[in-house]
């Protein structure tokens, strides 16, 4: 017990101690607690800036429909050089259709009549003409080889002095049909090739890549300076174009595209070597041209046969890029895809950014692509994508020179105004599956 006292009287000593310390009663005067000096805060951080060039703002002087000029910004910006998630390693994609895309007019129209004008185009082997297509019908064989002739020689330039020969080889182009009015071409995947499209290719038959980039040249040039709405005639046939635009505005796009650090490509279903002639006329390098690639022989000449892709082997005539086969060739090409694999959608993330066409055949690859951009020429697959506007990912834009008119009734999108592969009429859907309803046609100036 008295152990107990004495612990209990020593610690009531020590607390008197503690608390007469704590209240100062030594008689020194009190001081405030040191003020609590939060830490600097840290420097703001300054992201990296991936752009090689300061990305351009698009031409205040260029007309655009309604807010496509300030939503293809915005585009742009969110995956462009200046964004979080940029690497320069891996760029984003800008896939472009050329014809009545980027220019008005069809390039690809200019070197075919020019061939057939300028007596370029050759006599075929054994004066057979089913071998410049495989889809070339016996009819349209047949009057080629009685309005040509077979005096001269296989593999011999055809004169343009030979009216009949022009004017039946440009009704097979043109209408795709003889001038006596029989179906030219038969029997091919209406999502793979369009025959008369290919047939600029096939009549390009023995020359050099070289040999067609200079006849490219000579046939646009004279067309680029030629006054809107000019016409030519070959042989007796009259009103075929003569003129043609690169649109400033399609130009502009690509300039503000590549400033942001975007990988921009052409893919035409005219011929690659035709369109990567001209193609630095609107600023896309022409190994960033994706066309009609036709196989060489061991001279380097072309032959009527075509590169393949997907499962379609090379030395064929089956695929261009055209529809399917745009997607195709921009998988292998641009993404390396060398299996049958390219003929199909890749996933989410791992396909172009952005793309921009006129016209059904375009309608696949832009599909695909995250954000598209439409120049109305009244097509209408494309169009019944267009306005439905799945993800409010598409954008749409009358023609920057020579708009069409509206159409007066609604796309038939439920029924008929989409085409299977044997060209049979179908109703067009969605990438859900889902049947697209009727759209009106309503974005004209």
Partial sequence: MQTVKILLSSSLLFSTALFGAACGDDGASLQPDAAVIDPPPDAPVTPIDKCQVQP??????????????????????????????????????????????????????????????NSKVRQPPNQDWKQTSAYLTDAAATALSAACGTTVAAGDPLPASNTACVDEILSVYVNSVTKAGAVAFAGHNTRWIEPSYAWTAQLMAGYTHAELQQFMVAA???????????????????????????????????????????????????????????????????????????????AGKLTYKF???????????????YIQGKRCFINKVIY?????????????????????????????????ATYKFVLNRNKKELMCQAYYNEGDSWRINPMFIGPKAAQATPYACATTACKDENGVSTPCRDLGGNVIPAQADIVHP
């Fill in 56 to 117: 351009t703002a698009f031409d205040p002087q260029l007309a655009w429909f309604g807010a496509n000029k300030t939503d293809l910004t915005a585009w742009f910006d969110a995956a462009g050089c200046k964004s979080a998630g940029y690497d320069a390693a891996h760029k984003p994609v800008v896939t472009l259709d050329w014809d009545n895309t980027i220019s008005k007019n069809d390039f690809g129209d200019a070197i075919t009549f020019y061939l057939i004008a």
């Fill in 220 to 298: 646009v040039t004279p067309q680029l300076a030629a006054a809107e709405g000019t016409t030519q005639t070959i042989g007796t046939t009259t009103g075929l174009n003569a003129w043609l635009r690169i649109y400033p505005q399609s130009k502009d796009l690509i300039t503000a595209a590549k400033s942001r650090g975007y990988d921009v490509w052409i893919i035409t279903a005219s011929p690659q070597d035709a369109i990567a002639a001209v193609s630095m006329q609107a600023g896309v390098d022409p190994s960033h041209v994706i066309g009609i690639r036709s196989m060489t022989d061991g």
């Fill in 336 to 368: 390396g895809d060398t299996t049958a694999n390219a003929m199909r959608r890749r996933p989410d993330g791992k396909r172009q950014y952005f793309a921009a066409g006129d016209s059904d055949t375009d309608i696949e690859f832009l599909r695909d």
């Fill in 307 to 321: 590169e393949g892709c997907g499962a379609i082997a090379d030395d064929q005539q089956q695929m261009i890029t």
